[in-house]
């Protein structure tokens, strides 16, 4: 199997190890420290942070086999990917601090296997990489003065949140979303996180989810006063919360190698591409990988783009997996900075795939009746694209592909039981309305007025 990291800058010169450093994706110019990328979030530019070079760390994880556990995969390749960032010590304390859950790799066929992403707190693929962030943050800025960070949040995002920094020592975290959406503290957590003398602090928003990722963009980017309240960002933008779901696509390759007799794809349901590019950074550290599948509902964000064409977007369209309706992802730059280094090799690896209603649901019925195995529509969405690009491409029998399950199937009960006919046990309710600490008009002036109140 080719790796696929030709096209990219070397890691090293004359075999010595060089610190990854992370570049604007409007710039190769300005390089920054991981610690630096991750406390600062965004770049001056505008644009987005990402690692300006393949770092080939295959010396590290090709000796792991099935019974290496993720913390421990974690805590070994952490500290040569974020050389000064983090040394093995430091990278243990994340590692044991952020994970008590770890993926679970389903082998279903000799053609499939699921990688199921549920199994922390929310039953959602994010809590990976919340977990690391809050974990990374926890430690880069010890014996440092508060830190104070902040989160567009819907309901989901809110919960992992809560789980993930409730109680952390030296920051507050607060979460902004919007009105006729909620967010909760978890019964796991005690409910003194929230305000009141708690470290999470909601704000609610009278606007829509993109005025609350605005405001936190905007605030982010008014260096001043981010400066005066050490401030960083706990979304998807955050190369902190990003990179860290590059490692359970290494645990998955890990777990399956030594079943491989042909090639190894991956195909992931893409909404905001986040997953995905996590994907390719897997890829670019040495993971030896044979393509990548774009699994889109019949939005199709980009699929156009990834075969040659222009971006341009298009109105949503509503669908029954409304986690992947998304007209401008959020990550758009970084893939677009993949396609400008290396544009042969990516259009060569990467196969977009659009996936109806109609088939989402087929392939959540089929799913169960050929696997025993419930599926959410997310999920669906990226079996069925899977199945459409091995036909296509005739893989059958020589390439291995890993569908990647992001969602918890018992978020969509109600779902399952009309594709399927199957009764499952919802999963304990996650939203409940909170009271907010200020409800806000979607303005930079008032944001920041009610931090400053806050935090005075």
């Known amino acids: 199997m080719d790796t696929g990291v030709t096209g990219f800058k070397d890691h090293s010169i004359s075999g010595i190890m060089i610190p990854m450093r992370f570049r604007s994706t409007h710039s190769s110019e300005s390089l920054v420290s991981f610690k630096d990328a991750v406390l600062h979030c965004l770049p001056p530019d505008g ?16 000796y792991m086999d099935e019974e290496t556990g993720f913390s421990d995969l974690v805590a070994a390749v952490a500290p040569s990917l974020l050389e000064g960032g983090l040394n093995p010590l430091s990278a243990s304390r994340v590692a ?74 030296g920051m507050s975290v607060v979460l902004v979303y919007p009105a006729g959406r909620t967010t909760e ?6 409910s003194a996180v929230v305000s009141n003398g708690g470290n999470i602090i ?5 606007g829509t989810f993109d005025d609350c990722q605005r405001l936190v963009n905007e605030t982010i980017n008014d260096r001043t006063f981010a400066a005066r309240y050490h401030i960083t960002g706990a979304n998807t933008v955050n190369p902190g919360r990003l990179l860290p779901q590059a490692f359970y696509y290494l645990y998955a390759f890990i777990k399956i190698k030594k079943q491989l ?28 990988v044979n393509g990548f599948i774009a699994a889109m509902n019949a939005n199709n964000a980009l699929g156009d783009f990834i075969k040659g064409g222009a971006f341009i977007p298009c109105p949503v369209i509503k669908t029954n997996s409304p986690a992947l309706d998304v007209s401008i992802p959020l990550n758009f730059s970084r893939l677009e900075s993949f396609y400008r280094e290396a544009p042969a090799v990516m259009r060569n690896m990467v196969y977009p795939a659009s996936v109806d209603d109609e088939l989402t649901l087929r392939t959540m019925e089929r799913v169960w009746k050929k696997y025993h195995l419930h599926i959410d529509s997310n999920t669906a969405v990226a ?74």
């Open 47 to 62: 644009g987005l942070y990402v690692p300006d070079r393949a770092m080939d760390i295959r010396q590290l994880f090709l």
């Open 96 to 169: 044991e601090s952020a994970f008590n859950f770890e993926p679970e790799l389903i082998r279903l066929d000799d053609d499939y296997s699921l990688l199921n992403l549920c199994k922390g707190p929310t039953g959602l693929y994010k809590d990976f990489g919340i977990a690391f962030l809050a974990a990374v943050l926890e430690e880069l800025h010890k014996d440092s003065p508060p830190l104070l960070v902040l989160a567009a949040a819907l309901a989901d995002t809110g919960v992992s949140m809560a789980h993930a920094f409730g109680g952390r020592k």
């Open 185 to 190: 503290p978890p019964p796991a957590i005690p």
């Open 202 to 206: 909601p704000i609610q928003v009278q």
């Open 261 to 288: 007799s042909g090639g190894l794809a991956f195909s992931v349901p893409c909404g905001n591409f986040g997953n995905f590019i996590a994907g390719l950074y897997a890829w670019k550290f040495g993971m030896p």
């Open 383 to 456: 079996f069925a694209a899977a199945e459409q690009t091995a036909a296509g491409l005739d893989w059958k029998g020589n390439v291995h592909t890993v569908v990647l399950a992001t969602r918890h199937y018992a978020r969509e009960a109600e779902l399952i039981r009309t594709v399927t006919g199957e009764t499952v046990p919802e999963m304990q309710p996650l939203q409940q309305t909170i009271e907010p600490v200020a409800v806000i008009s979607p303005n930079l002036d008032a944001f920041q007025g009610i931090i400053s109140r806050c935090f005075q």
